[in-house]
């Protein structure tokens, strides 16, 4: 431990000794360094921890597919859901989801809105608290009792200012009033963005026999203990029943669940090993030229290095002191990295699309620091034994 110190101290004073190659070095690595700790924080946020829903582990998409036309994740008709409710034993919640524009009045100029209607047991299925008032209630998704709405926060800051006092207040969306029930916290946007407020949806009783007009998007939430595999062989059972009774309506739909997070994080996956192996290319090339200014360094030290020998040095020992030094400069470039990451995710929560969930909460945590690390040690190894 003691030969480690006096390595560490020796290796600072090297690096201290040509500040301006030092510099070059340490920005070079932050460069590269930051490239690969950016990807690995967005992936991270992304595709390991997208929602954080108290029900995630049990969290479904619900599809109707036509396996005859090599079609996996069709929508599902109403009537189909009503009968899916009824049926299922798997199942806990099945709770739709159907995007719709409002046109809001008062309060400023009329404005149209993207919102999304929804199951009253939507917020219930995902486990969602609000930030302000009380979300849908079992029954308001019915006729007559479905002129409610919860807003998004950020709306509710832009539209509303905010307003404390919000719920409760009846605002106009088609010149129908709609009662305030509550605001969601921020960073809440499902589903696909979550548009700006959340209206119930209604399944009137003459959808309920509409088995072949497919229009829904639904989730799932599976009871405790129910595995996918057990889900969906049921619903395959019910599905063939349902084609039975209606063959004039069904064609051929057989309705399965996926997993939420894995459908979600679909296109992130595919994007994220290609931006990654770019990151780690990018990396390599830094490690490269910082090997080639260190090789440089390490020849104008030959007499350093024979004096040392003579003196009983051995190979292995200078050998040592030089991998030390290349991972003090490793870790301060790792260091500056993380400022330079840092920058690059505020830019990728900016422009990042609603439909990337997860990216808002990008950021430096735990998992992050250790991985850059990890990277800065290796990347200090390497560029040792390139040089």
């Known amino acids: 431990m003691q030969t480690l110190w006096q390595d560490l101290r020796y290796g600072a004073r090297m690096l201290l000794k040509k500040p301006g190659s030092t510099l ?45 036309t090599g079609i996996t994740r069709g929508s599902v008709s109403p009537g189909n859901v009503i009968a899916l409710r ?4 798997t199942l806990q919640e099945v709770a739709v989801m159907r995007n719709r524009d409002y046109i809001l009045t008062g309060d400023g100029p009329p404005e149209r809105y993207m919102s999304y209607g929804v199951s009253a047991a939507f917020f219930d299925a995902l486990g969602a608290q609000p930030q302000l008032g009380r979300t849908f209630r079992s029954g308001e998704d019915e006729e007559g009792n479905a002129q409610v709405v919860v807003l998004r926060h950020a709306f509710w800051q ?5 307003d404390p006092k919000i719920v409760g207040k009846r605002i106009m969306l088609d010149d129908k009033p709609f009662e305030v029930m509550g605001v969601m916290p921020k960073g809440f946007a499902f589903p696909y963005g979550g548009g700006e407020m959340w209206a119930p949806f209604v399944i009137e009783p003459r959808m309920r026999q509409d088995h072949g007009n497919h229009y829904l998007r639904a989730i799932a939430q599976l009871k405790p203990g129910a595995t996918i595999e057990q889900v969906n062989d049921e619903l ?11 063959p004039d309506q069904e064609t051929g739909h057989i309705a399965h669940v996926e997993d939420l997070n894995k459908y979600f994080t679909r296109g992130a996956r595919t994007a994220m090993p290609a931006l990654i192996g770019s990151a780690i290319f990018v990396l390599l090339i830094a490690c490269s030229n910082v090997a080639n200014l260190l090789l440089a360094r390490a020849a104008t030290r030959k007499k350093e290095f024979a004096i040392r020998a003579a003196i009983g040095a051995s190979r292995t020992r200078i050998l040592q002191q030089l991998l030390v030094e290349s991972v003090v400069l490793a870790l ?7 400022l330079v990451a840092r920058w690059c995710l505020d830019l990728l929560i900016r422009f990042a699309p609603d439909t990337l969930h997860g990216m808002s909460d990008a950021g ?20 040792c034994i390139a040089s």
């Open 86 to 89: 009824e049926q299922s034993r």
């Open 24 to 68: 070059i070095a340490a920005l070079a690595i932050a460069l590269g360094i930051a490239s690969v700790t950016t990807n690995f924080s967005a992936a991270d946020a992304t595709m390991a921890r997208p929602f954080s829903f108290p029900n995630q582990e049990r969290l479904m998409m619900l599809f109707e597919g036509i396996p005859a």
């Open 236 to 246: 395959g059972a019910i599905s063939g029943r349902i084609q039975r009774q209606f």
């Open 364 to 383: 430096i945590g735990g998992r992050v620091l250790v991985f850059t690390f990890g990277v800065s040690v290796l990347t200090g190894l390497f560029f």
């Open 158 to 162: 832009t539209r509303f200012g905010g």
């Open 332 to 338: 301060v470039g790792g260091g500056l990295s993380l």
